[in-house]
């Protein structure tokens, strides 16, 4: 028989399969559309064809969420896992960025999915998913004592030379003597992100790589819910039955397994020490950051720590889950409550909410609010039972200047020293951080920053207040004071103030004292501001705001942004939680408000029933600002003072 007859008689090994994640206390619609769009269809799908195998990611925030919600899934599921159908991952259990978090929170993760996964399949994963392909140098051994036999990476990653049938096989990775075994993975997608079924990127991938006998395509679950909808046919179930009728007429051609099985029959063929990988939308969103750097050769920065860098709502985030890992890691005492706030902590983790992926990342109000409340929740489970009200200063934002943290039975309080800023406010009754509010027009978050306009506006001639100085005051043990001195040219006239700004702390509430000093030899007029970006839950209709006036209250519809004069405070309730957040003033002050909406990236209409320009509310921007007038070498004073009522 001649030789070319025989090899082309040769089956090709394919692994077909899908991972999928989401945000820990993202909404139920986002679970929900996904659901339909993918998980679903492809395991029904996959059902109705016995010879196809396939292999499944889940991470550790979906299971719960379907077993109260779709339990005939996870029924399902079980089944196929145990006839061998489908092949479960392992990995992260809330789906974390290895670099960012410790090889202990690693390993603990991937314990606790290894272990849900054999109490509810019986069978312990062999394989494991790396969220966004994230790897770190100690990957094989948090893997391999977790029992993991082999892990995925971008095939683009395996540099062999063109031509060479080493180029789809499996590489091995070492550390500590614990050996991990790589698979070469192919994305099932598009050069815009957009799910290609299965058999179209096989295809592709034959021609591109001749040589090449075994392939493994992956598909992110989040591409496939929407996908369907750019095919033309009718439901996501009609994509997927084609994709699987597909293997299956060709099924003397294309052998598909499950990795397990691809790992008994296929050894490494080399070991190569990876110092960091991504998977290329990853690194795409990290290249604005590491661009802007002073150095030539990027390849020795980690992107991904950089990265959180470049976001405030990022960088807020990861300063607090490591001053709050700090806090545990000190804790001495009963270790199952230690066990409970590292849970809680790990849910914080949770790899979407350091960048703005393809969900929305960040950016999605409920993963943000959910992932603060994990933390507060942390704290207060370690908290002694007669916890005492205190102020101490650390370097959260490793900047090198110190921020002040003040912590009470009622709320905690962040300073942020570069604009003696309020960048967290934490309710602790209710696990709410209110200072986590997102403007995407200014980029801006956080609480009081101070600004300049002209005299009657909000928007002319701003002058931002920045590079606060921070006055440690031993004598004050409740007190923050920051001083700036500044000088401006505005209208001809040259502006010199000397601005102190005093927070004043008290266990149920904060006082913020203003005192500004005319340097110059004439009179100055302006309007003094200060800024905050504040949210209380993801839904704008479980928020009242109230306009304060002579003991008199106002309820105000901030659909629209609104402007009003003469305020002595205004207050913003939580109606889901029954708490509100009163900001007062000892002088009358002008305000300016308005609601922040951003596009949904991801939302199926046809899945949904919902509109296609479907918007996440991310906050209320809140603009107060005094009209002053102060003489030459004169001073004013007026303060602001911050509750939180149940």
């Not at 409920?366 to 409340?373: C, H, M, N």
């Not at 003696?420 to 209110?434: G, P, R």
């Not at 479980?542 to 003469?566: G, N, V």
Request: aromatic share 14%; proline share 4%.
């Amino acid at each position: 028989m001649p030789e070319e007859y025989i090899s082309s008689m040769q089956s090709f090994k394919v692994v077909i399969g899908m991972y999928n994640h989401l945000p820990y206390n993202a909404s139920g619609a986002l679970y929900e559309q996904t659901y339909q769009g993918a998980w679903r269809p492809f395991l029904s799908g996959l059902y109705k064809f016995l010879s196809i195998k396939s292999v499944i990611y889940f991470s550790g925030a979906i299971f719960p969420w379907l077993e109260e919600n779709h339990p005939e899934y996870m029924y399902l599921l079980v089944e196929m896992v145990r006839r061998g159908q489908v092949e479960l991952l392992g990995g992260g259990l809330y789906n974390p960025l290895s670099p960012l978090i410790s090889t202990q929170d690693m390993t603990g993760q991937v314990e606790s999915l290894s272990a849900f996964i054999r109490k509810t399949t019986g069978k312990r994963p062999s394989g494991a998913w790396l969220y966004e392909y994230s790897w770190s140098s100690s990957i094989p051994s948090i893997l391999q004592n977790s029992k993991i036999q082999y892990t995925f990476l971008p095939a683009e990653y395996f540099s062999y030379e063109q031509g060479s049938r080493e180029f789809c096989m499996p590489i091995a990775s070492e550390d500590h003597r614990k050996v991990i075994t790589i698979f070469p993975t192919f994305e099932s997608s598009d050069s815009e992100n957009g799910f290609v079924p299965y058999e179209n990127t096989l295809l592709d991938l034959q021609e591109s790589y001749p040589e090449c006998k075994t392939f493994i395509i992956m598909a992110d679950g989040n591409e496939i819910s929407t996908s369907w909808e750019k095919s033309g046919l009718e439901s996501p179930d009609v994509l997927f039955e084609r994709t699987f009728a597909w293997f299956q007429k060709n099924c003397l051609e294309y052998d598909t397994l499950t990795p397990i099985q691809l790992h008994k029959t296929t050894k490494p063929t080399r070991i190569i020490y990876f110092s960091q990988c991504y998977s290329q939308r990853f690194k795409d969103y990290c290249k604005k950051t590491i661009n802007r750097l002073p150095t030539k050769n990027q390849g020795y920065i980690q992107i991904s720590k950089q990265s959180v860098l470049d976001h405030l709502l990022v960088h807020n985030l990861y300063q607090k889950l490591n001053y709050v890992s700090t806090m545990i890691a000190l804790f001495r005492g009963d270790k199952s409550r230690k066990k409970a706030s590292i849970d809680d902590v790990w849910k914080a983790q949770c790899g979407d909410l350091f960048w703005i992926g393809p969900t929305g990342g960040i950016l999605v109000p409920e993963a943000r609010l959910g992932a603060f409340s994990s933390l507060i929740e942390a704290e207060k489970t370690i908290r002694q039972s007669r916890f005492h009200s205190y102020l101490s200063f650390d370097d959260l934002n490793y900047d090198g200047l110190k921020e002040a943290i003040f912590q009470s039975s009622v709320y905690n309080c962040y300073l942020q020293s570069e604009f003696a800023s309020v960048s967290e406010f934490d309710s602790i009754k209710t696990e709410t951080n209110y200072a986590c509010g997102w403007n995407d027009d200014q980029c801006s978050t956080g609480c009081f920053k101070d600004y300049i306009s002209t005299e009657g506006s909000f928007e002319s001639n701003i002058i931002a207040i920045e590079h606060w100085n921070m006055v440690e005051n031993p004598k004050e043990e409740s007190s923050v004071l920051f001083r700036r001195e500044f000088s401006n040219r505005s209208y001809g006239h040259f502006l010199t103030l000397v601005c102190r700004k005093t927070y004043r702390f008290r266990n149920d509430f904060f006082s913020i004292d203003y005192e500004l000093s005319n340097k110059n030899t004439e009179a100055c007029q302006f309007r003094f501001c200060t800024k905050s970006e504040i949210i209380a839950t993801p839904v704008f209709e479980d928020h009242r705001i109230e306009l304060l006036h002579h003991r008199e209250s106002k309820t105000l519809d901030l659909k629209s942004q609104l402007s009003f004069e003469m305020v002595d405070g205004i207050g913003l309730s939580n109606l889901r939680k029954a708490e509100r957040v009163l900001i007062r003033s000892d002088s009358p002050f002008s305000l300016f408000a308005k609601s922040n909406f951003l596009q949904k990236p991801t939302v199926s209409p046809q899945v949904l029933n919902v509109p296609s320009d479907f918007l996440m509310f991310e906050g209320f921007s809140i603009n107060i600002g005094w009209d002053l007038s102060i003489p030459p070498e004169g001073t004013v004073f007026f303060s602001l003072s911050v509750h939180l009522e149940h």
